[in-house]
């Protein structure tokens, strides 16, 4: 035709500046997040290649790149460990063209070897750069690097305990509780609560194995355990020239067993005067290692409003999407375009013009069972109906009709983020998108989700980090 759509032909052509059609970003991941990123690829005219082990070949995610191919061949490696071959994955990119990794989160997201291998094989990593991912991916040094800018960390031990001894002294200094942390751990592994009358001995030892079978490293440290805190994150963007912005914080006290549940943008009735000391802490913590691309720096905030840095995750993260609703910041899109090389001005990401709108709280939906202690459940889904509608984003994958749950992954379904103009309204939109939810064949949590969400501590929007574990009678 002759008719040219002017305006959007102009506005594709500006956006891919940068990057355009001949650019092939692959994703070293499974699940939701190679779909979400590929979205935002495609918006930005890119070609998208997915990587899959055996047991996804029927995944939906390989469905939604141009290209897709699987690790290794078919018995070679366990489910796992095929999203786990760096060498293996970078051949693949090499023989089809690819010129940018995303690695997601999990898997090798904070794996510094597997970003040098890709920088070293003439790719474009999109994450921050090695060297940071090692001086934060440990936690032991993260703590470090926080002392040194004067940001405040929880009381403990200044670096690594190296005997039980040791271990004793501290608690004889700080007393009980406190909380044994594997310096590789993540992923809410890797800890242990040590109260007053448990044996301090027992516990060390068990960290320290424990920790080194599942992170390689049995390096431990030991922290006070803080009473009710609540967990406070705040979302950073830093390109290469050294610009480094906040996207405002999230509230994820909402957690069971260390692991979050439900996330809350932005926190709610957090002091403004706090608030404004946390982003500036995290922005200064960026700054002071020069940080590149989308982190994330996590605090815990006790009863007194005092603020504590316990980590930088170096990677994006499950529950970016709530900051994308309240900011209108596409993130992924953003970690795309600094990773090629665009500064943050470049982008209008000056930190006078980001804001926020709203609220958004997103929901983990998981094929765990509720009533059998969230055992994961798997086989077939028989039906599969989802929400929608006004203020509804769901970001999944596998929840479909015939799809099948299979025991090798986390149970991570699809994340439910619903976003209104204050917390109430959110908080209504969320319950009535998850009751609009048909899903048959495998149990979800979805029924301990509602029981939550309508309980008046979340009302108040007063959940503490224990919240769940501390409230038997939330779901029976
Ligand atoms: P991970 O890397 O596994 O996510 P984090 O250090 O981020 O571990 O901690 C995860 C969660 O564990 C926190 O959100 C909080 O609920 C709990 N936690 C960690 N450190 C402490 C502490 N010193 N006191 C109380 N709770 C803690």
Not at 457 to 475: M, N, V
Request: net charge neutral.
């Amino acid at each position: 035709g002759q008719e040219q759509p002017k305006a959007s032909v102009t506005r594709i052509r500006a956006q891919s500046t940068i990057l355009g059609s001949m650019t092939k970003l692959l994703v070293a991941n499974r699940g939701e997040i190679p779909i979400r990123i590929f979205r935002t690829a495609h918006e930005l005219s890119m070609l998208t290649v997915a990587v899959y082990s055996h047991e996804d070949r029927l995944s939906m995610f390989r469905q939604k790149a141009d290209e897709a191919y699987q690790i290794g061949t078919t018995g070679q490696y366990t489910p796992v460990q095929a999203y786990l071959q760096m060498d293996e994955i970078i051949k693949i990119a090499k023989a089809h063209g690819v010129s940018m990794i995303h690695p997601g989160y999990g898997f090798l997201s904070e794996n510094s070897e597997f970003a040098r291998k890709v920088i070293d094989a003439g790719i474009t990593w999109i994450g921050p750069s090695p060297d940071v991912i090692d001086a934060l991916g440990d936690k032991v040094s993260a703590r470090k690097i926080a002392i040194e800018c004067d940001v405040p960390v929880v009381p403990g031990t200044p670096g690594p305990i190296e005997d039980v001894e040791h271990a004793k002294e501290f608690v004889m200094k700080y007393g009980y509780p406190v909380i044994i942390k594997a310096a590789f751990g993540g992923g809410g592994r890797g800890m242990r609560v040590v109260r007053e009358g448990d044996d301090i001995r027992d516990a060390f030892l068990r960290a320290t194995s424990e920790a080194k079978t599942a992170f390689g490293n049995g390096t431990c440290f030991i922290e006070r355990f803080l009473d009710k805190p609540k967990h406070i994150e705040v979302q950073l963007l830093g390109d290469s020239a050294g610009n480094v912005v906040h996207l405002f914080e999230r509230d994820c006290s909402v957690q069971r067993r260390h692991q979050k549940v439900v996330e809350i943008a932005p926190a709610k009735d957090l002091p403004s005067d706090v608030r404004d000391a946390i982003l500036a802490d995290a922005v200064k913590l960026a700054t002071s290692v020069n940080y590149c691309n989308a982190g994330t720096a996590e605090f815990l905030v006790d009863s007194q409003n005092r603020h504590y840095f316990i980590e930088i995750n170096p990677r994006i993260q499950v529950e970016h999407t709530i900051t994308e609703e309240i900011t209108g910041i596409d993130i992924v899109a953003a970690q795309i375009q600094i990773a090629a090389g665009a500064l943050l001005p470049q982008l209008g990401l000056t930190q006078d013009r980001i804001t926020t709108r709203g609220f958004a709280i997103q929901c983990r939906i998981t094929t765990e069972d509720p009533l059998r202690n969230f055992q994961p459940d798997t086989g077939k889904i028989e039906v599969y109906r989802s929400s929608g509608g006004n203020g509804v984003r769901l970001d999944g994958g596998n929840g479909f009709a015939g799809a099948i749950i299979s025991p090798h992954y986390d149970s991570m379904l699809v994340k439910c983020t619903c976003s209104g103009s204050t917390y109430e309204i959110a908080r209504r939109k969320v319950i009535r998108a998850l009751v609009e939810f048909r899903i048959r064949g495998v149990k979800t949590n979805i029924p301990f989700l509602l029981a939550l969400l309508t309980h008046e501590t979340f009302i108040k929007g007063s959940c503490w980090t224990t919240f769940i574990d501390d409230t038997p009678g939330l779901f029976d």
